[in-house]
């Protein structure tokens, strides 16, 4: 399938579902970054966002108020798991915490099935967002457009939020040294509390905001979890502009490989990971001293 | 002079020995099969009031909605064993109550569509409960493992849903049975329909997924069209089992110009990967083909989507307007589960019904003696009619139901998805045995 239209076709969605894929791994490079917690539950939490959506969705037929739904849940549901769960977890070792959230994330996604089954269902976009636009070069789904820029938008106001204001000056202090943090008389606890529900809540948002692109099943989190994975590996573990090149990078490659033969567009994900790993251990935009 | 004396026998030797042959012939099996060494579970796993079968589905992942499905028919079918329900008995006439008298018991676990789960779950299934008989799958990737594993085991094996031509092809055990049908024989009844509706010379795009049934059938079906119909191949896009997104998929095939989508895919991906075209608006210019077709895909994508598809499958519930023993089938299983059987369920009923007849007719559980009840040849009646087992590969030779996607309008009720266009017989659609290379192996 090699030819220019489907060359500038493939770039133009690589940019549109790697900035997808980074929306939903900065919540995970967040809270890694921040609390030094490796959330193995974050593909259950992106899922629960979107089933929390398709309720909201389903009760008043609005996607404006399934978006914001799906996200208010999961801060709610971040902020309890760090209090009930994970605060148990800071210092325990690192084989602790990725088995206590693989175990809550297990839990996530068989409460869903129980309620949900396994059927899958639709959300569907907005209707101004509706159908196929035509660019150019090619056909390509409004709605994806629309993504595209939802994700741009958020991802602006995540970055806004952790280096240009207080809270954000509080939570990178945090993750340099959290001890040093406390002693300036700084309630650590609440910090980071709050760091895991904006963490749950950019999960949640992916979550509904992916919903009308894909269907829902309580086991979509699952082969994105490994997807975001790559990501922050590739972009930096714990750098939040890591995590948007990363998943821009990822998007293009899945894209880009899948011209030249389908079946190696994961093979190939993997591939640029491990060259990562080998020259620069830390991922693009990661500090050494982060892991 | 001594082959004169046995050629004259006296009326009475002739009556002795007559008798003493049919009272042979009623137990030869039991005798034969009292005879042997131990071999898998047998005898220990069918010496209680009772048997255990191992059923491994998939309750997770991409394809848990068929598994569960799957699990239903299980179910059901282990029900009318026990009862002595009138449709198994229909199926399985030796069947009174359980099998050889002996109540069915089962045990479940998740394989979640994974070779080396499922066969972990079935070895813990063999040593903890004695299992007489292991089925269960929604993947030919598991079904082909777990073949292997009852030959290896000796325990016998009944396929779950299983479309690739591996499975009673290269991949064939003599442990190993199949009710359904498969890429071989879902592309010889499917393609003279398509290249009679949709003429000769055409250029079609397919979507496969990266395991054996996957490219099993595309192959078929690409094999059949290009050889018959002058067809067309123009892009093949493989894809991992699980694939989040099939965007990069889909702009290849939307860059080409295929005339046809012919989605190979299974589970939710075909759900996925149907619904990411169609955004795609891939649909609006290429008509869809579904060559295997999927259990709830039409109720997960609605009838605007499936409306005109053309699809090969194993049974739809509109059959019991043609088959009493469908009726039947379809009415119990609704009235216990509360909606209309899909082919998975239809799959793993049958499956243990012609399994359940086997033993009946052999008059033992062990394991030889049923493989060739089963390779007898022995016609049966099913929900899709006559049905018997090829005994060369151990595929059942059952008609293939060629069916339309019904515009939403034309829909009866909110399950009347499919319309019925043919019911193609199995024998004139299948390989010869050998054709795919299929080696059973030993008995013992």
């Given at each position: 399938m090699l030819s220019w239209s489907n060359f500038v076709s493939q770039f133009f969605n690589g940019l549109a579902s790697g900035a997808l894929l980074a929306?939903?791994?900065?919540?995970?490079?967040?809270?890694?970054?921040?609390?030094?917690?490796?959330?193995?539950?974050?593909?259950?939490?992106?899922?629960?966002g979107g089933y929390a959506g398709l309720v909201a969705f389903q009760a008043t037929g609005s996607f404006l108020i399934a978006v914001i739904a799906g996200s208010l849940f999961l801060v709610v549901f971040g902020v309890v798991f760090e209090f009930l769960i994970i605060r148990r977890f800071y210092s325990?070792?690192?084989?602790?915490?990725?088995?206590?959230?693989?175990?809550?994330?297990?839990?996530?996604?068989?409460?869903?099935?129980w309620g949900f089954g396994s059927l899958s269902f639709t959300v569907p976009p907005p209707s101004w967002a509706a159908g196929v636009s035509h660019l150019s070069f090619m056909f390509y789904p409004t709605y994806r457009i629309v993504v595209l820029g939802i994700a741009a938008a958020a991802l602006a106001v995540l970055y806004f939020v952790l280096y240009r204001t207080r809270l954000g000056m509080i939570v990178r202090a945090g993750i340099e040294d959290s001890t040093m943090v406390g002693m300036l008389g700084i309630n650590v606890d609440r910090v980071f509390m709050l760091v895991f529900g904006i963490g749950a809540m950019a999960a949640g948002f992916a979550g509904i905001v992916n919903a009308p692109v894909v269907s829902l099943t309580p086991d979509m989190g699952e082969a994105i979890l490994v997807q975001t994975f790559v990501v922050v590996v590739i972009g930096g573990v714990g750098s939040f502009p890591g995590a948007i090149l990363g998943g821009l990078i990822a998007g293009e490659i899945l894209s880009i490989t899948s011209m030249f033969d389908p079946a190696y567009s994961e093979v190939m994900l993997f591939a640029?990971?491990?060259?990562?790993?080998?020259?620069?251990?830390?991922?693009?935009?990661?500090?050494?001293?982060?892991? | 002079m001594s082959?004169?004396?046995?050629?004259?026998?006296?009326?009475?030797?002739?009556?002795?020995?007559?008798?003493?042959?049919?009272?042979?012939?009623?137990?030869?099996?039991l005798a034969f099969a009292d005879d042997q060494p131990p071999i898998g579970t047998w005898p220990a796993g069918s010496q209680g009031d009772a048997i255990t079968i191992g059923i491994t589905?998939?309750?997770t992942g991409t394809y848990a909605a068929q598994g569960e499905d799957e699990l239903k028919g299980y179910q059901l079918a282990v029900d009318h064993l026990n009862g002595g329900h009138e449709l198994m008995r229909a199926i399985?006439?030796?069947?009174?109550?359980?099998?050889?008298?002996?109540?069915?018991?089962?045990?479940?676990?998740?394989s979640a569509a994974k070779p080396n789960q499922a066969v972990q779950e079935q070895g813990k299934f063999i040593s903890d409960n004695k299992v007489v008989l292991m089925t269960g799958s929604t993947s030919s990737a598991v079904a082909v493992a777990l073949n292997h594993f009852a030959q290896r085991e000796h325990v016998l094996y009944v396929t779950g849903i299983s479309g690739s031509n591996d499975t009673t092809g290269k991949d064939c055990v003599r442990y190993g049975f199949r009710q359904n049908f498969y890429g071989q024989t879902a592309a010889a009844a499917l393609g003279p329909v398509l290249i009679k509706v949709f003429g000769k010379n055409r250029k079609a795009a397919y979507m496969t997924p990266d395991y054996t049934y996957g490219h099993t059938v595309t192959k078929a079906m690409n094999d059949y069209l290009t050889s018959h119909g002058g067809w067309t191949m123009v892009t093949n896009q493989v894809s991992p089992l699980g694939a989040p997104d099939y965007s990069n998929y889909v702009t290849n095939i939307g860059n080409s110009d295929a005339e046809f989508l012919i989605n190979v895919n299974w589970g939710h991906d075909?759900?996925?990967?149907?619904?990411?075209?169609?955004?795609?608006?891939?649909?609006?210019?290429?008509?869809l083909i579904i060559p295997y077709q999927i259990p709830f895909l039409a109720k997960e994508l609605g009838a605007d989507t499936t409306q005109g598809v053309y699809?090969?499958?194993?049974?739809?519930?509109?059959?019991?307007?043609?088959?009493?023993?469908?009726?039947?089938?379809?009415?119990?299983f609704q009235a216990k589960y509360g909606y209309r059987p899909e082919w998975g369920a239809e799959n793993a009923y049958m499956s243990f019904a012609l399994w359940a007849d086997g033993v009946e007719r052999a008059g033992t559980f062990y394991p030889p003696a049923v493989i060739k009840a089963l390779e007898a040849g022995h016609h049966n009646d099913s929900v899709v009619g006559d049905v018997y087992f090829r005994a060369a590969d151990h595929q059942l030779v059952r008609p293939v139901i060629i069916v339309r996607g019904k515009a939403p309008k034309d829909m009866k009720n909110p399950e009347d998805f499919w319309e019925v266009l043919e019911v193609v017989p199995g024998a004139g659609l299948m390989q010869a045995p050998d054709a795919f290379g299929c080696k059973l192996g030993d008995y013992t």
């Open positions: 929306l939903i791994s900065s919540g995970l490079t967040i809270i890694y970054g921040t609390l030094g917690v490796l959330n193995l539950a974050h593909g259950a939490m992106f899922m629960l325990r070792p690192p084989e602790d915490q990725l088995l206590v959230t693989f175990g809550v994330g297990m839990v996530l996604v068989e409460l869903v099935r640029a990971m491990t060259l990562v790993l080998l020259l620069r251990p830390q991922g693009l935009l990661g500090l050494p001293s982060r892991e | 082959v004169q004396k046995f050629v004259r026998p006296s009326r009475r030797t002739l009556l002795q020995a007559g008798g003493a042959l049919a009272a042979a012939a009623a137990m030869p099996r589905v998939p309750r399985s006439p030796k069947t009174k109550k359980g099998v050889l008298g002996k109540e069915v018991k089962y045990v479940v676990a998740d075909a759900v996925l990967s149907t619904q990411q075209a169609k955004q795609f608006g891939l649909l609006n210019k290429m008509k699809a090969a499958t194993d049974f739809w519930w509109t059959l019991e307007d043609r088959y009493p023993l469908a009726k039947l089938f379809v009415d119990t």
